[in-house]
């Protein structure tokens, strides 16, 4: 079955504590892409990667890497999580950046930071 | 640049009655524009999207969306709602001549259907 994997799932932790959120495809897709999703503030990019060791900003990357080794993998780092990145999280990907087509999205990460 | 709007924050309706979300966008050049759904406690599912050709696009879930190029529009439509269709819906757009490789999502619009 064609998805997007996410883990954990839920996840509570302290203020400055490093952690790391997995995402895995497995439809070879070259774009990969990180999300936080706030009420009110809809969808946000955290930061995207076009293809392996190619990756680049989206509109809030403060506080957070990321890294692309393997085409399949696309794992997000906290490396001082703070307060403010208490959120829902979701990796998505694509086939391709740009062009018409559509993105596949985890089932989420509920990360809680105290 | 490229913008999408959902001016509904939500958007009720009662369950048999047909229902429409609204999308507005601004691009350079032609859109791709897509529909997302998200249910309680998933990830987004893709719905539809339209590329070129065709006004009207149909879905899944028997959703269609009207593209209208002189009003810069792509609504959502169901013809008959369902409970089953109480959910998140975001909008989303990218300018097919380039410029940005990303699409840029709407704030989404809570749709409740009523029983």
């Known amino acids: 079955e064609a998805q997007v994997t996410q883990n954990p799932r839920y996840l509570i932790t302290v203020t400055g504590k490093k952690l790391t959120v997995t995402c895995s495809q497995n439809m070879n897709h070259e774009y990969m892409s990180w999300y936080r999703q706030d009420p009110g503030l809809g969808l946000r990019q955290i930061y995207y990667s076009m293809n392996v060791e190619v990756t680049d900003k989206g509109d809030v990357p403060e506080g957070y890497k990321v890294s692309r080794k393997e085409k399949r993998n696309f794992p997000l780092i906290l490396e001082s999580p703070s307060p403010n990145q208490t959120s829902l999280y979701f990796c998505a990907s694509s086939l391709m950046a740009g062009g018409p087509y559509e993105q596949y999205f985890g089932p989420g990460t509920r990360l809680t930071v105290t | 640049a490229q913008s999408v709007a959902q001016p509904e924050d939500q958007v009720n309706v009662a369950e048999g009655n047909p229902l429409t979300v609204k999308c507005t966008y601004s691009?350079?050049?032609?859109?791709?524009l897509f529909w997302y759904v998200q249910y309680p406690n998933r990830g987004l599912q893709f719905l539809l999207k339209?590329?070129?050709?065709?006004?009207l696009v149909k879905g899944s879930y028997g959703f269609e969306a009207e593209f209208n190029k002189s009003q810069t529009s792509f609504h959502l439509k169901k013809p008959s709602a369902l409970v089953s269709d109480s959910a998140l819906y975001f909008c989303?757009?990218?300018?097919?001549?380039?410029?940005?490789?990303?699409?840029?999502f709407g704030r989404g619009t809570s749709l409740i259907v009523h029983p």
């Open positions: 691009v350079s050049g032609n859109p791709y």
């Open positions: 989303a757009v990218r300018d097919a001549a380039g410029g940005s490789y990303i699409p840029t």
């Open positions: 339209y590329i070129t050709g065709d006004n």
